[in-house]
């Protein structure tokens, strides 16, 4: 997401007297950090977001209690495909995130539906944090253990570390950048690109920067994401590599946003593009906007080879519905000989009980062209009732997202609801890129 600026936000993040750092735990979604947040009392979930310089609020339609001081309507323009929207701007409320608490939280409330992160997520997210917290603290982010420690840049010390790589970060509206080596025709190219913890992809890159930031001939056209102001698409491919120092990434997904969602850019900074989580995610990061130092040492999730979605199905959570199953329920019944305890005889009867509770309901909200998706008849908008005999609502949306990444060849067999009408569809998994 893109905000024009909206100037320095005031107020400051503190832990309470006598302690220097925190330990936060988070859940990692999609390649995505979302964490706790509590506005002015109300509990929430908020995507942590290097690539913003403003705190957003949204989603509000079952948090209506929440109290909001000092507001004025602003309008904000952000990447995407429409035009400026309307929002409030708000003051002095107070922000707390694990024990560090800012009684003086500047928020950017959207009241724009379509806005809605939640359905892409399959949890409900209600806001975006940024800037605002970074710049008050050390941020250690564990992604394999999901969890972040904070820390005051005065008393934080680095430690000697062999195995990392370093290096400063620079700011331009609050936003920090890094240069990254990328592979190109003539060799590795040094590219300035934004540190966007808030995109779940690997990497973006501007093909009408540099002469050497080229498509590459093997592409596919997608949806990549939402913005401020509505979707965003583009081409896909692969790039042989990414540098970070001694680090180097191999066949690295890319994406490459068209140019007509680009306009925004024209108010920042230069940059050929965007690093996101899918990389992110193979280190533990260091983020210090304090002393500009961004840190990198390799995780497990190093050597993870990049796949894209081989099904060409994008899905989303379409709210809840009640749904009746079966449980087993073991009841005991004993009888025995008057007087005889040793000749007991113990009887188990099993009964077929019904249970009936609030489950998730999903949509396929994309389909890719030219995909196995598309081709056997699958169409945006279907419902989706099971997938591989397994009712759909036993799924998280994670779960079922991961079902199309790996093991080409694999077949998906989806049953689907569309204008009442029960549809069944199978297809095998294809890779578009190798």
Request: proline share 3%; aromatic share 12%; charged share 25%.
């Amino acid at each position: 997401m893109l905000l024009s600026s909206l100037g320095w936000t005031q107020g400051k993040f503190k832990l309470p007297l006598g302690e220097t750092k925190d330990k936060i735990r988070f859940d990692l979604i999609n390649n995505l950090v979302i964490i706790p947040v509590e506005i002015n009392g109300v509990e929430l979930n908020f995507l942590l977001d290097t690539g913003v310089n403003a705190t957003i609020l949204f989603s509000l339609e079952n948090r209506d209690s929440i109290q909001l001081n000092n507001t004025k309507v602003i309008s904000l323009k952000g990447l995407g495909d429409g035009l400026p929207i309307e929002a409030l701007k708000s003051s002095n409320n107070t922000l707390k995130i694990g024990n560090a608490i800012n009684r003086k939280q500047v928020l950017y409330i959207i009241f724009d539906e379509s806005l809605n992160f939640s359905p892409r997520l399959g949890e409900t997210i209600h806001g975006i944090i940024g800037y605002d917290f970074f710049k008050d603290f050390v941020v250690k982010t564990n992604y394999v253990n999901e969890f972040i420690e904070i820390e005051y840049p005065e008393t934080y010390v680095y430690k000697n570390c062999r195995r990392c790589f370093e290096t400063q970060l620079f700011f331009y509206r609050n936003k920090p950048y890094i240069n990254v080596d990328i592979s190109t025709d003539n060799g590795f190219k040094e590219v300035t690109l934004l540190l966007d913890s808030g995109s779940g992809d690997a990497l973006w890159l501007f093909n009408d920067r540099e002469d050497y930031i080229k498509i590459p001939e093997k592409y596919f056209d997608d949806f990549l994401g939402l913005g401020l102001n509505g979707n965003i698409f583009g081409k896909r491919s692969k790039i042989e590599g990414v540098g970070f120092g001694n680090f180097k990434l191999s066949k690295v997904n890319v994406a490459y946003p068209n140019e007509e969602m680009l306009s925004s850019f024209k108010l920042f900074l230069e940059r050929d593009g965007s690093l996101g989580g899918e990389i992110l995610r193979r280190f533990t990061t260091i983020i210090d906007y304090r002393n500009n130092k961004f840190v990198l040492k390799k995780n497990r999730y190093f050597n993870d080879p990049f796949y894209y979605n081989m099904s060409g199905l994008t899905i989303q959570h379409n709210g809840f519905e009640y749904v009746k199953e079966k449980v087993s329920n073991l009841n005991k019944s004993r009888s025995s000989n008057e007087g005889n305890t040793i000749n007991e005889v113990s009887m188990y009867q099993t009964q077929r009980l019904f249970e009936i509770r609030l489950a998730p309901k999903y949509e396929i909200s994309e389909v890719r062209k030219n995909s196995p998706a598309e081709e056997i008849g699958l169409q945006k908008g279907d419902m989706v009732l099971s997938i591989n005999g397994k009712p759909a609502h036993r799924y998280t949306l994670e779960e079922i997202n991961s079902l199309f990444y790996t093991n080409e060849g694999r077949l998906i067999r989806f049953v689907v609801d569309r204008y009442g009408v029960p549809l069944s569809y199978s297809f095998k998994l294809r890779k578009v890129i190798e």
